[in-house]
């Protein structure tokens, strides 16, 4: 079962959203937070596996709620919910920890893949917006490569990681890296796997946050 808690200063969003989880057999949606101290508190207290986490909240916005959740409880993933397509707020969040992002008017079955999926720690990220989302990160220029994520890596697949997280196809790495295309697709699936992801924009997304590829060298 996967436990929910659902936090957003709308209170028809949050009935929306309990009607919508309240058909999913293995999704029970746990507590609702009207603002960021209360989404921090009952985190803390329901100890929930996902968090949908709006982002404009009066008190502690989203922001600072993702933040604080995953600093002082790692076991709670916070899947951040959006009516925007991007503003610096979704950046905001992932970088403080967030699994992801998803839009309000996300369709259902969507949703509740999105939620799987980040409780089971992949990354999602809305597909109508991972352009922009890509763009932002890549000009944030991390100080350097995250060790403990570049140490889950060999170095060639380090190297195939950076040239899909600039955009280019299997057949195009292959030709930079001389490499067969059969050879790339092996190495894409197994970074796939070590990451928890399952596409190259999910993929993408956690490169450029830990400083392992840059989207101004291709």
Request: hydrophobic fraction near 45%; charged fraction near 20%; aromatic fraction near 6%.
């Amino acid at each position: 079962m996967i436990r929910v808690l659902i936090a957003d200063d709308q209170a028809v969003v949050c009935e929306g959203l309990q009607a919508i989880l309240s058909t999913v057999p293995d999704v029970q949606v746990v507590g609702v937070a009207y603002n960021g101290e209360e989404a921090v508190e009952l985190a803390a207290r329901l100890r929930p596996d996902v968090a949908l986490m709006d982002l404009k909240m009066p008190l502690m916005n989203g922001v600072q709620a993702t933040r604080e959740i995953r600093s002082r409880l790692p076991g709670v993933k916070v899947l951040v919910l959006t009516t925007y397509d991007f503003d610096e707020w979704v950046f905001d969040a992932i970088r403080g920890g967030a699994s992801g992002y998803l839009l309000k008017d996300t369709p259902r079955e969507q949703l509740i893949a999105a939620i799987r999926g980040t409780a089971e720690g992949k990354t999602y990220v809305d597909p109508s917006v991972a352009g922009k989302l890509l763009q932002a990160v890549g000009q944030a220029h991390p100080p350097g490569p995250d060790p403990a994520l570049a140490a889950q890596f060999s170095e060639r697949e380090l190297d195939v990681l950076r040239l899909l997280a600039v955009g280019l196809t299997n057949a195009e790495i292959a030709r930079r890296l001389y490499l067969s295309e059969g050879t790339v697709r092996n190495y894409v699936s197994a970074i796939f796997a070590k990451l928890g992801v399952s596409e190259r924009t999910q993929a993408a997304v956690i490169a450029l946050r830990g400083g392992l590829a840059d989207l101004n060298v291709k």
